[in-house]
């Protein structure tokens, strides 16, 4: 089974208006960590946000916010206020356990399109 | 403060030849991943390295071969290519630790084998 899923392949947002990237993921632990990241088309992924299983918050970096359901194991990204900049792909990850020897699984990434 | 650093940006090489890709990870830290991204798709770890020695590896075949020097700067080897291996290579760095700690990735070097 696919540790991450992301089942939208695309998705365009209106500039200055919301927009929610799906995530769910699939562990059998009960420590992990869910990251998010963008990755324009120079290639670098950049960090975006971060959630631990064990956060009882919803994690928020500035327009950034992670909706959180633990029993539905989502994980989805809101970006609020979207800009044209917001435009690249976007990746959900997770890192099982509690070892920074552990390995990184990704999605497929969801591809962001801001329209003016 | 510079990031991680890759080299090459780009390279072109025919099957059955070698590469070696190269990464200097952020500064302050000591641990380096390799992972590969084809076209399309998510990145897909290879390995990581940390105190020189490979700590974890993914599902790749022993052609891919790493080294991490005492400067914690890593090295990929590819031997015997593929077409099927061309791809963007990430080279990704982060303090060893406990917890979740990031990763911080380079701009990546992208392989194209004819």
């Known amino acids: 089974a696919q540790k991450i899923t992301q089942t939208q392949p695309g998705m365009f947002v209106q500039e200055k208006e919301a927009v929610t990237l799906d995530c769910t993921y699939d562990?059998?632990?009960?420590?992990?960590?869910l990251f998010w990241y963008k990755q324009p088309s120079s290639g670098e992924m950049i960090f975006l946000i971060y959630q631990g299983s064990y956060d009882e918050q919803n994690a928020t970096e500035g327009r950034y916010s992670l909706n959180f359901q633990k029993a539905r194991k989502s994980a989805n990204l809101v970006i609020s206020a979207s800009q044209l900049g917001d435009s690249a792909m976007y990746f959900c990850a997770m890192r099982e356990g509690w070892n920074t020897g552990n390995q990184f699984y990704f999605g497929t990434g969801t591809s962001l399109t801001v329209i003016p | 403060d510079a990031g991680v650093t890759q080299s090459p940006t780009h390279l072109i090489k025919t099957r059955g030849q070698q590469v070696t890709l190269r990464c200097s990870p952020k500064s302050g830290h000591d641990t380096v991943s390799w992972y590969q991204q084809a076209l399309g798709q998510g990145p897909q770890f290879i390995f990581q390295?940390?105190?020189?020695?490979?700590?974890q590896r993914g599902n790749f075949p022993d052609r891919f071969s790493g080294h991490q020097y005492p400067n914690y700067s890593s090295e990929l080897n590819v031997n015997a290519l593929l077409l099927g291996d061309s791809a963007l290579y990430l080279c990704a760095s982060s303090s060893d630790g406990t917890g979740h700690e990031k990763l911080f990735f380079g701009s990546g070097t992208q392989l194209s084998v004819l």
């Open positions: 562990t059998s632990d009960q420590s992990y960590g």
């Open positions: 390295y940390y105190e020189e020695e490979e700590r």
